[in-house]
């Protein structure tokens, strides 16, 4: 049976109504869900950060932009402008000098992770614990940037205590940041440095001397809310998701202390 026009006109305005209607709650949850969030990351730590990203990314539906540099470089870069909007530093005092400085938000910065250092070489035989910095078996070892990265200031008050600084001191090559201290050890350009624990936890290979931790400082890592990113849930949402249970997991994998939980809400 044929319907009248004026019927017909009134159903398809109905349909279009419901069609409408239903479109928009589509796309206003998925605006609600699709953010994005840029995170500064120190070196350190950047496979467990690509890791808890992915994480992340999978639970949330938020887009993670990580990059990744020494502490005192990114720190640099925030304070010249940087869209960053989450900060991962590999110390406590450059996310405490955002907040007093007002780059960050002080209420959100907590203890992610507690990272280690360790003395490695590829070289299988190389290395046999402490007496390994007083002989001349090698003729170069790397450390990463003392003033840029906690690493290397952990691994320079190491040696430091070990009395082994002054001798070591012509031998020793600097990395911007960890990851490239550990590339120079990797390629053969030092046949042993002090690397985060982090970089070799996955693997057996070669030989290492985990530092105990009473020759340094501890590595605690802090976390910040940058202001840049104070109303963009995605930033929020991630430094919730760091300071959880998934994310823990991942940092124990790497060899990281987990950390405390934070001291408030990421949304507070």
Do not use: C
């Not at 398809?12 to 969030?37: D, F, H, N, P, Y």
């Not at 490239?180 to 042993?192: D, I, P």
């Not at 605690?220 to 940058?226: E, F, G, N």
């Amino acid at each position: 049976m044929r319907l009248p026009r004026i019927l017909l006109t009134r159903r398809l305005s109905t349909l279009s109504a419901v069609t409408l209607l239903a479109v928009a709650a589509i796309l206003s949850t998925g605006g609600a869900r699709a953010g994005e969030v840029k995170i500064a990351v120190a070196a350190n730590f950047t496979q467990a950060a690509k890791d808890i990203a992915l994480l992340f990314e999978r639970e949330t539906g938020h887009k993670v932009v990580l990059s990744f540099g020494s502490t005192g470089q990114i720190y640099t870069q925030i304070a010249k402008g940087a869209p960053f909007e989450v900060f991962l530093a590999a110390d406590r005092a450059r996310p405490q000098k955002a907040g007093t400085e007002g780059l960050g938000i002080e209420q959100t910065r907590f203890t992610y992770a507690t990272g280690k250092i360790v003395l490695y070489s590829r070289n299988a035989d190389l290395i046999e614990g402490p007496s390994t910095l007083k002989k001349d078996g090698f003729s170069k070892i790397a450390i990463a940037n003392p003033v840029t990265a906690p690493y290397g200031a952990a691994a320079v008050q190491a040696m430091e205590k070990l009395g082994v600084y002054a001798a070591l001191k012509d031998k020793i090559v600097q990395g911007n940041n960890i990851a490239q201290t550990h590339q120079f050890v990797q390629s053969g350009n030092a046949e042993l440095g002090f690397v985060a624990f982090s970089q070799i936890a996955t693997h057996d290979e070669g030989s290492r001397w985990p530092v105990p931790q009473t020759l340094y400082t501890p590595i605690a890592q802090d976390a910040i809310l940058l202001t840049v990113g104070k109303d963009n849930p995605a930033a929020r949402a991630f430094l919730r998701f760091l300071g959880g249970p998934a994310a823990n997991k991942v940092k124990e994998a790497f060899g990281y202390g987990v950390g405390e939980p934070p001291k408030t809400r990421p949304d507070a």
